[in-house]
T-cell receptor, first 116, second 117 residues
Framework: DQQVKQNSPSLSVQEGRISILNCDYT??????FLWYKKYPAEGPTFLIS?????DKNEDGRFTVFLNKSAKHLSLHIVPSQPGDSAVYFC???????????????FGQGTILTVHP | GAVVSQHPSWVICKSGTSVKIECRSL??????MFWYRQFPKQSLMLMAT?????????EQGVEKDKFLINHASLTLSTLTVTSAHPEDSSFYIC?????????????FGPGTRLTVL
């Protein structure tokens, strides 16, 4: 059962344009969401996160939007740069405590390619 | 800040041998560390949650006797793959969450590539 889904395996964008990466989840207990960037043979790098009490969080070129009713979140990168080319994973956690606290459930990842 | 290291970065071993992978949080303390594995072109799959001073919590389908986890201190967790077989070949990644950081942010190590011949 894939509780976090990234339905687009890849995305290609021109430099300077906006990149929009999407993520859907099914578990209503998830209340904290994160985006990670990953290069091959390296560990993921934290990008940005959002709590379920918010619907938007912005950090420089990166903005994450959360639509709780639709159980959907998206990462916007604008303007996109060639150095942004990597695999992007969304992840979710339930911070309510108990054995699930701190555990991250990852999506399958989306390969972003930004062309010069 | 929030740097996590792993050692070794890659290892090749013969089938039947055991391999130990270390995960260290270099500039923060972490009560909990996590171990993931990633197969090519797939997502990160949580294997177990490593708790300092207590037994690890394993995810369903992960053999606790095969993947031994020891969380010796607030900055070190080790994963030992016992009697490794070729199907254990994978990319193993650890993560840690700083004690003082709210929101379940985890910082990941660079990963260890294990190849079992």
């Amino acid at each position: 059962d894939q509780q976090v889904k990234q339905n687009s395996p890849s995305l290609s964008v021109q430099e300077g344009r906006i990149s929009i990466l999407n993520c859907d989840y099914t578990n209503s207990m998830f209340d904290y969401f994160l985006w990670y960037k990953k290069y091959p043979a390296e560990g993921p790098t934290f990008l940005i996160s959002i709590s379920s009490i918010k619907d938007k969080n912005e950090d420089g070129r990166f903005t994450v939007f959360l639509n709780k009713s639709a159980k959907h979140l998206s990462l916007h990168i604008v303007p996109s740069q060639p150095g942004d080319s990597a695999v992007y994973f969304c992840a979710a956690s339930a911070s309510a405590g108990g054995t699930s606290y701190g555990k991250l459930t990852f999506g399958q990842g989306t390969i972003l390619t930004v062309h010069p | 800040g929030a740097v996590v290291s792993q050692h070794p970065s890659w290892v090749i071993c013969k089938s039947g041998t055991s391999v130990k992978i270390e995960c260290r949080s270099l500039d923060f303390q972490a009560t909990t560390m996590f171990w993931y594995r990633q197969f090519p072109k797939q997502s990160l799959m949580l294997m177990a949650t490593s708790n300092e001073g207590s037994k690890a919590t394993y995810e369903q389908g992960v053999e606790k006797d095969k993947f031994l986890i020891n969380h010796a201190s607030l900055t070190l967790s080790t994963l030992t793959v016992t009697s490794a077989h070729p199907e254990d070949s994978s990319f193993y990644i650890c993560s840690a969450s700083p004690l003082e950081r709210a929101g379940n942010e985890q910082f990941f190590g660079p990963g260890t590539r294990l190849t079992v011949l």
